[in-house]
């Protein structure tokens, strides 16, 4: 029972900001009501016993990516500055079509008999498990993980520099 | 109310990434833009993450979702430096205004 209320609680947590974000006017709004979403889909990865998923979300989502976000906003906007909207003649298709595709994907999964076993094995929290999957079966992936990282970072500061510091 | 299964958890991912969709399409500020892509990677994940509490904590999902968690930050780190860019450019960063790739 209190599962359940806290499953609606979370969904609530992460929908209606992410409403917020695609229909609000003011660009720091939306950027800020990200954080309740992010923070909603964490609380969903804790419903579903994935605790170091939870965790890094929290961590690489708001601590990481979302200050990169708001960064893009302040840097590229005065913060009192309200967004043009787009025309209405292309907000109402687009709404009406992604509205039907919606509808759709909801009809089309919610009559699934989906393979569902309530079995949870006794182990406390993930992250042990993981570390050895990690370490092992998935040691490749995690290490060309690390080196697209290490790329993008350099990547990323040299496409940020500015044009004439390159030439120096 | 009934029970919470997995078609739930299915319901709010499907929602979150119409969101995603539709912040992408109909924004023109390039940051928002991002932002539905962000919105986008997080339904994805959950979908990986639900499916696998529902095949009895198979943690190879997890593992997949970790990738993803990964790919955002470096999609998010790479795409704010050439919104950045964009932006010392045309001195806008909406998705109408920008016409030219190079100076």
């Known amino acids: ?168 | 109310m009934m029970e919470i299964g997995i078609t739930h958890y299915l319901v709010v991912s499907v929602v979150l990434f119409s969101l995603g969709v539709l912040a992408l399409t109909t924004r023109r500020n390039v940051v928002l833009m991002l932002m539905g892509i962000e919105f986008m990677l997080n339904a994805a994940n959950i979908n990986l993450v639900a499916f696998s509490r529902y095949q009895g904590l198979n943690l190879h999902g997890h593992v997949f979702a970790l990738f993803v968690i990964v790919l955002a930050a470096v999609e998010a780190a790479v795409a704010l430096a050439i919104v950045l860019h964009i932006y010392r450019m045309n001195n806008t960063v909406e998705a109408d205004r920008i016409a030219d790739l190079k100076e």
């Open chain 1, 1 to 168: 029972m209190e599962i359940t209320i806290l499953f609606y609680v979370f969904a609530a947590l992460t929908l209606i900001p992410a409403f917020f974000v695609v229909f609000s006017r003011s660009l720091i709004h939306a950027a800020f009501s990200l954080l309740f979403t992010f923070m909603g889909v964490a609380g969903l990865y804790v419903l579903l016993s994935a605790d170091f998923i939870a965790v890094a979300q929290i961590m690489v989502y708001i601590g990481g990516i979302l200050i990169l976000l708001v960064f893009g906003v302040m840097i590229t906007k005065q913060v009192t500055d309200v967004e043009i909207q787009a025309s209405v003649g292309r907000t109402i298709p687009a709404t009406i079509v992604v509205a039907f595709a919606m509808v759709t994907l909801i009809f089309i999964l919610w009559p699934v008999n989906w393979m569902q076993s309530d079995y949870l094995p006794e182990i406390e929290g993930t992250t042990m498990e993981l570390g050895e999957l990690l370490m092992t079966t998935f040691i490749l992936p995690f290490e060309v993980a690390g080196i697209l990282l290490l790329v993008a970072v350099m990547g990323a500061a040299l496409i940020a520099r500015k044009p004439e510091e390159v030439q120096s």
